[in-house]
């Protein structure tokens, strides 16, 4: 199979058919078999009956429903692991994405090999106080600490080498970084191309301006994650042991000027007057804390190398 189309939604009645059938003629178009993946993240609405009936007169369909609202993420890592096409697409439910930008991804996934090209909605059709200018803010940012240039990381057209998907683990927040996750797992041959957008036709946004504070948090968990994730003694270990060792030696200074005065029997400097007696208590008690917190973070990670954060009520 060419083609493994993902779309997570949540609540989007509206627009499922009309997603159908444009993704349906784009493919048949230019001989492209797929499969679609409609994800149902906890839809109230009609969303759920509108796949069951569209997978009765269409084999291509499959659906995945979630029995409560995980998240985008979530929805996406449910998918990625049972796609089967060479090539993997995500898209947004709510018709802003354009079905017809699927032949041209699928090309420059197979052949000008690439390992992801996400989109780049160029030109935007949102609010431009809540939404354009702090996702402008919010990609200079995640350019930067990731390393990975793209100019929209959280544009939900993307398309991925098979490979890709089945190597990362995207989880909590983290697909608006799925591309630096696929970085940080050794996938680099990474591109944009700017793709058509629209403003929603059918109800509102799944996210409010929270997403911007969230979204900045797992940046700053990605970055510390992905230098430390791995290996947190590497940093914990070491900040706790230089802090750790820079205490003791000023006890062990402090202790011998005790000494050195009570010898020449002075006995009025009492070792509380001194700021460094508490500084290096203080330094000693963090130093062992930070060891320790490295230590349990790698006792955490070879127990726990599997995480599962959904379940799932039912696969057609
Ligand atoms: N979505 C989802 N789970 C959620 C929130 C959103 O599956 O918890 C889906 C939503 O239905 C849509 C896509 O993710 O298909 C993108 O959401 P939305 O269009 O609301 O985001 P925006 O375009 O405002 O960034
Ligand atoms: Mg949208």
């Not at 929209?152 to 970084?177: E, P, T, W």
């Not at 955490?300 to 599962?308: F, K, S």
Request: aromatic share 12%; charged share 20%; with cysteine.
């Amino acid at each position: 199979m060419n083609l493994s189309i993902i779309i997570p939604l949540l609540n989007e009645q509206e627009s499922l058919e009309e997603l159908f059938s444009r993704i349906d003629k784009v493919c048949s178009n230019h001989d492209l078999s797929y499969e679609i993946w409609f994800v149902d993240d906890g839809s109230t609405d009609l969303s759920w009956s509108i796949i069951e009936n569209l997978k009765v007169q269409h084999h291509q369909i499959r659906g995945i429903k979630f029995p409560r609202n995980y998240g985008k993420s979530q929805a996406l890592h449910a998918a990625f692991e049972r796609a089967s096409g060479d090539v993997i697409i995500t898209m947004d439910a709510d018709l802003q994405d354009f079905p017809e930008e699927i032949p041209e991804l699928y090309d420059m996934i197979k052949n000008e090999g690439y390992d992801i090209v996400s989109g780049w909605k160029k030109k935007r059709f949102d609010n431009v106080m809540t939404k354009n200018i702090p996702s402008k803010l919010f990609n200079a940012a995640a350019r930067n600490l990731s390393g990975v240039e793209l100019h929209d990381f959280n544009c939900g057209l993307k398309a991925y080498r098979k490979q890709v998907v089945k190597s990362i683990d995207v989880y909590g927040d983290m697909h608006r970084y799925i591309p630096v996750l696929a970085a940080n797992a050794g996938f680099r041959k990474i591109t944009e191309k700017p793709v058509q957008h629209q403003a929603r036709p059918y109800g509102t946004s799944k996210f409010g301006t929270e997403r911007f504070v969230r979204g900045f948090l797992d940046l700053i968990t990605l970055w510390f994650v992905s230098r430390f994730g791995g290996r947190p003694m590497h940093f914990f270990g070491a900040v706790g042991t230089i802090m750790f060792i820079v205490g003791f030696l000023s006890t062990i200074w402090l202790g011998i000027s005790k000494l050195v005065d009570v010898s020449k029997g002075i006995y009025g400097h009492l070792l509380t007057n001194n700021a460094w007696f508490f500084i290096a208590l203080t330094m000693m008690v963090l130093g062992t804390l930070l060891f320790i917190a490295g230590f349990l973070g790698e006792m955490i990670i070879r127990t726990n190398r599997q995480h599962e954060n959904y379940h799932i009520e039912e696969v057609i």
